[in-house]
């Protein structure tokens, strides 16, 4: 009989740290901390490569992460770590290494040529590596050919989920680096509004359409992807490679289907690994119009700051390691404060779409009631994940922060140098910041009016960058994707899955076939009743 792996809770540290908790932070209050300790911030502090983190004014000790630290020892994070750097299986349920960091790791190794494991790499690593970086050659001259064609004005990027998510938050985030000539349009939802509004900006002989799709089969792109070929088409595009305006000139797919490609009419294609996950995938072929927007060596240079937060994440210990350390504060807060949310408060225009690619990142990632070795996990997993970028935030949902009945932790994301905007306009902006993390920890008391109140001693962390360029938001995606590794890895989930997604997806197609059939047995009331409402719509 096979036995099962222990469940975190039934490890030695967590009773330790659920006693922690009730005998020391229950009745912490983080003004009287730094008023009794003048190291906490030092302590409880740390430069990584391209940020700075200030985890001060979280409700937590040097006690706290020392007990974190040994439930880490104890779920052997580090062991799983170390078996994803060599290439071993660990997305368990579908049999797949798991080697996003791969994709942004130099051709010698980098910072992580000396690492232990790296030099004990099969040669099916290294040809690995290789074949990454042929990839990524193939990819940046596509990109630097479609930056110098003149005649191609408008990018629209087809896709859904991570093939979506991650290219457009770093477009996005990157637009004082974006080529003026250029327009990005990113769409995703099955939604035909979405779509249209696009296509109704565009013209089809300077619009170049990049189908990012690994299977060529995904339901809403594929969708999204014919319609406009539709469009394409009956504007005056052709399907004869030799036209002009042509879909084998004006379509690019992202993919490993070639020969699908090849049948929907698109020659150039640029594919990856099953080893990608979608959500990590946005280093791959799938960064494509990332790279035509921002040009080959500022790519590199993203690419190369993520580097730098993995050879951080992997050379670490479980003392100072960034990743580690917040992937632990969110296994502190879910299971032992009892916070089921975290706020994400980016102080940057440019970041303002990273709330929702973090959504998708850990709450598709961790958000699991079930090991990866199929027990049942009976402690909390993935906080919802939510936010706005400030300042719009304070004055939309701060209010409930300061005063609401819930303890919500916040996540504070500003840049020390705003560029060309570093002014009055930047400096109010991080003041601001800085003094919503003040206001949180410090509240207001003793004024006339209860309703004037605010309780403080609520927790926040507060990341900084330098500036907001490629290597550094590189680097910040790059410890967002290692600590949401590491918080799984202590509650024993596969991060890399996604059985939930597919359910919907299953269930959709089923449905669109009970329609054409009119077989509804075994249907629930639910559901029959609104599909028929659909089809009276339609019929209508």
């Given at each position: 009989?096979?036995?099962?792996?222990?469940?975190?809770?039934?490890?030695?540290?967590?009773?330790?740290?659920?006693?922690?908790?009730?005998?020391?932070?229950?009745?912490?209050?983080?003004?009287?901390?730094?008023?009794?300790?003048?190291?906490?911030?030092?302590?409880?502090?740390?430069?990584?490569?391209?940020?700075?983190?200030?985890?001060?004014?979280?409700?937590?000790?040097?006690?706290?992460?020392?007990?974190?630290?040994?439930?880490?020892?104890?779920?052997?994070?580090?062991?799983?770590r170390d078996a994803m750097l060599a290439g071993e299986p660990v997305n368990c349920t579908e049999g797949r290494a798991v080697m996003h960091w791969l994709l942004r790791m130099p051709r010698d190794g980098g910072q992580l040529r000396h690492c232990a494991t790296v030099q004990q790499w099969q040669p099916a690593m290294h040809e690995a590596l290789?074949?990454?970086?042929?990839?990524?050659?193939?990819?940046?001259?596509?990109?630097?050919?479609?930056?110098?064609?003149?005649?191609?004005?408008?990018?629209?990027?087809?896709?859904?989920?991570?093939?979506?998510?991650?290219?457009?938050?770093?477009?996005?985030?990157?637009?004082?680096?974006?080529?003026?000539?250029?327009?990005?349009?990113?769409?995703?939802?099955?939604?035909?509004?979405?779509?249209?509004?696009?296509?109704?900006?565009?013209?089809?002989?300077?619009?170049?359409?990049?189908?990012?799709?690994?299977?060529?089969?995904?339901?809403?792109?594929?969708?999204?992807?014919?319609?406009?070929?539709?469009?394409?088409?009956?504007?005056?595009?052709?399907?004869?490679?030799?036209?002009?305006?042509?879909?084998?000139?004006?379509?690019?797919?992202?993919?490993?289907?070639?020969?699908?490609?090849?049948?929907?009419?698109?020659?150039?294609?640029?594919?990856?690994?099953?080893?990608?996950?979608?959500?990590?995938?946005?280093?791959?072929?799938?960064?494509?119009?990332?790279?035509?927007?921002?040009?080959?060596?500022?790519?590199?240079?993203?690419?190369?700051?993520?580097?730098a937060m993995d050879a951080h994440f992997f050379s670490s210990g479980v003392e100072g390691n960034l990743p580690l350390r917040l992937g632990l504060l969110d296994v502190w807060y879910r299971d032992f404060c009892g916070f089921s949310s975290r706020c994400i408060a980016p102080y940057s225009h440019g970041l303002r779409r990273l709330t929702a690619?973090?959504?998708?990142?850990?709450?598709?990632?961790?958000?699991?009631?079930?090991?990866?070795?199929?027990?049942?996990?009976?402690?909390?997993?993935?906080?919802?994940?939510?936010?706005?970028?400030?300042?719009?935030?304070?004055?939309?949902?701060?209010?409930?922060?300061?005063?609401?009945?819930?303890?919500?932790?916040?996540?504070?994301?500003?840049?020390?140098?705003?560029?060309?905007?570093?002014?009055?306009?930047?400096?109010?902006?991080?003041?601001?910041?800085?003094?919503?993390?003040?206001?949180?920890?410090?509240?207001?008391?003793?004024?006339?009016?209860?309703?004037?109140?605010?309780?403080?001693?609520?927790?926040?962390?507060?990341?900084?960058?330098?500036?907001?360029?490629?290597?550094?938001?590189?680097?910040?995606?790059?410890?967002?994707?290692?600590?949401?590794?590491?918080?799984?890895?202590?509650?024993?989930?596969?991060?890399?899955?996604?059985?939930?997604?597919?359910?919907?997806?299953?269930?959709?197609?089923?449905?669109?076939?009970?329609?054409?059939?009119?077989?509804?047995?075994?249907?629930?009331?639910?559901?029959?009743?609104?599909?028929?409402?659909?089809?009276?719509?339609?019929?209508?």
């Open positions: 009989m096979k036995t099962l792996p222990v469940l975190c809770n039934t490890l030695p540290a967590w009773p330790a740290l659920e006693s922690h908790f009730h005998e020391d932070i229950q009745t912490l209050d983080l003004r009287q901390a730094f008023a009794a300790d003048a190291g906490r911030l030092d302590a409880l502090s740390q430069q990584a490569p391209h940020v700075f983190a200030d985890l001060s004014k979280n409700l937590w000790t040097e006690r706290t992460e020392e007990l974190l630290r040994e439930l880490a020892q104890q779920t052997g994070v580090l062991a799983q290789g074949q990454v970086h042929e990839t990524l050659d193939a990819m940046l001259a596509l990109a630097e050919q479609v930056r110098g064609d003149e005649g191609i004005t408008d990018i629209v990027n087809i896709g859904i989920g991570g093939s979506h998510l991650g290219p457009e938050v770093v477009v996005n985030a990157l637009e004082d680096w974006v080529d003026a000539g250029k327009n990005f349009h990113f769409v995703s939802n099955v939604d035909g509004h979405e779509l249209g509004h696009v296509l109704r900006r565009v013209r089809p002989h300077s619009t170049l359409f990049l189908i990012a799709s690994k299977s060529f089969t995904t339901a809403e792109t594929m969708l999204n992807a014919h319609s406009a070929r539709r469009w394409f088409l009956e504007q005056g595009g052709s399907e004869d490679p030799q036209a002009a305006c042509s879909i084998d000139r004006h379509f690019v797919a992202l993919t490993t289907n070639v020969q699908a490609a090849a049948d929907f009419g698109i020659r150039r294609t640029l594919g990856f690994w099953d080893w990608v996950g979608g959500r990590f995938s946005l280093w791959s072929a799938i960064g494509l119009p990332v790279a035509i927007a921002i040009g080959a060596a500022q790519f590199r240079a993203l690419l190369d700051g993520a580097h690619y973090l959504q998708q990142l850990e709450m598709e990632s961790n958000g699991k009631g079930v090991t990866r070795d199929g027990q049942t996990l009976p402690v909390r997993t993935a906080p919802v994940i939510w936010g706005e970028p400030g300042t719009n935030g304070q004055h939309a949902f701060f209010q409930m922060l300061h005063q609401g009945q819930d303890v919500i932790p916040v996540e504070f994301i500003a840049l020390r140098d705003g560029g060309k905007y570093l002014g009055a306009h930047h400096q109010s902006l991080v003041v601001n910041a800085i003094a919503q993390a003040q206001a949180l920890m410090e509240g207001r008391h003793g004024e006339e009016g209860a309703e004037r109140h605010c309780a403080g001693n609520r927790p926040s962390s507060f990341l900084l960058l330098q500036q907001l360029d490629p290597a550094s938001l590189g680097a910040l995606i790059a410890l967002y994707e290692h600590r949401v590794f590491s918080a799984g890895a202590v509650w024993g989930i596969n991060s890399f899955d996604q059985w939930g997604v597919e359910l919907g997806k299953h269930l959709a197609r089923q449905l669109h076939a009970r329609q054409d059939s009119g077989d509804w047995q075994g249907v629930d009331a639910s559901t029959q009743g609104l599909m028929h409402r659909l089809a009276a719509g339609s019929a209508g």
